[in-house]
């Protein structure tokens, strides 16, 4: 992973419309759905945002592979904002074989202190927020999950910590409870950590991959 900032490798099926998003400096932009598959019966349904060259012949149902980066950006929401996460393809690829359909690398620093927990089951879990680095002074900021050993090794690691992660970006349902009580089906996005290396400004100071990473095989 050296000299990687945030990479991102997808490959799936389009499972909706290709839709108007944003323009930015006079280009326009799009986002789909990728429905892309695990080992098991299970999809990460993920979204990803192209420009309009990229777009161009894209329709739901097709099969592609994307290479790019995960982002992030805040959307008012009233008095708050919430984090937007989203696939931001570089290049759209035809299907590859015999690769992992989702495969991420990234290099960013902690910004908050990560918080562990177990399951019911007593599986260790940590998230912890990174701060990822780009062009013109900007970052993203990707929350993500690690477990087994991967937790335990993260769980102390002070805000301001260096790491270098790999693993896939994977998507999930929650009850979002809402101030007049009614509950609302939201889902997110996050990284999960398949392995981890410590680093400091002049040389790595720990690292590992955990077998038992709760990736869903």
Known sequence: MKNVT????????????VEYSHDLYGEKFYEFML????LSEHLDVLPVTVSETLAQGLKEGDWIAVNGQFRSFNRPEG????LILSVFAR????????????YSELVGYICKPPVYRTTPFN???????LAVNRAYSKSDYIPC???GKNARLI???PVGQKLEV????QSRQYTKRMEDGSAEIRTAYEFSIGGVEFLSKESEVASTSDEDDGQDK
Not at 91 to 102: A, C, F, G, R, T
């Open 155 to 157: 769980k102390t690691a």
């Open 35 to 38: 429905n892309v598959p695990r």
């Open 123 to 129: 599986r260790e879990i940590c998230d912890v927020l």
């Open 166 to 169: 790999s693993g896939r970006i």
């Open 79 to 82: 008095e708050r904002s919430r």
């Open 6 to 17: 945030n990479t991102v490798f997808l490959q799936g099926k389009i499972g909706g419309a």
């Open 91 to 102: 290049e759209i690829l035809p299907p590859q074989s015999d690769v992992n359909p989702n």
């Open 145 to 147: 999950i690690a477990w």
